[in-house]
């Protein structure tokens, strides 16, 4: 039970990132995804205790989702700065994953040198779509159109790396909880 349980776990992380990749512009559909990551990382928190902390990241950014939707909170000053701040609960629930990837990696006594590279891949493009946003007003045009442009090359595949390294996860913790 525990194997089928950690096998749908990663499944319901991988599906919930692939949703948010995939209906990047629906409110709604962005809550499921952080639901689904949230539900499956949950599952998984007994694995890693990072785990544990992506979940309650997820459940934040569910909170940030229900208030940036349209009923909720009109067009205007807050939604711009809520918006921008939401990147800040995602950058740590990517690097709370790729964090608690590595530690699968460990137990099964595989290199965790991926999910660093992962890690700094998804970084890189959150920070520089921060700094492009909080620092807009004093770059130069072209400084700031070029951030945005490598941020929205990087942002999705730090999302595909994400799916791709919880792939590699499921197949390291099916393989130790089939041995046990």
């Not at 569910?62 to 909720?72: A, H, Y």
């Not at 990696?105 to 999910?115: D, Q």
């Not at 951030?147 to 996860?169: C, M, N, Q, T």
């Amino acid at each position: 039970m525990k194997l089928i349980r950690g096998y749908y776990a990663f499944l319901a992380i991988a599906g919930g990132v692939l949703l948010r990749l995939a209906a990047a512009e629906n409110w709604m559909l962005q809550i499921v995804a952080f639901a689904l990551i949230s539900a499956g990382a949950l599952s998984l928190q007994r694995v890693s205790r990072w785990f544990l902390r992506a979940s309650v990241t997820a459940d934040v950014l569910i909170g940030f989702e229900v208030v940036l939707g349209p009923q909720v909170l009109p067009p205007g000053f807050y939604r711009i700065v809520l918006t921008e701040l939401e990147l800040v609960p995602l950058l740590l629930l990517g690097c709370m994953l790729f964090l608690a990837f590595a530690d699968q990696m460990r137990a099964a006594g595989k290199p965790a040198a991926a999910e660093w590279v992962l890690l700094a891949v998804w970084s890189a493009g959150l920070i520089l779509s921060l700094l492009t946003l909080l620092l807009g007003g004093w770059l130069t045009e072209p400084v700031s159109e070029a951030g945005f442009k490598i941020a929205r090359l990087l942002l999705p595949i730090g999302h595909i790396a994400l799916i791709a390294d919880s792939f590699r996860a499921q197949k390291e913790y099916i393989r130790t909880e089939g041995n046990e």
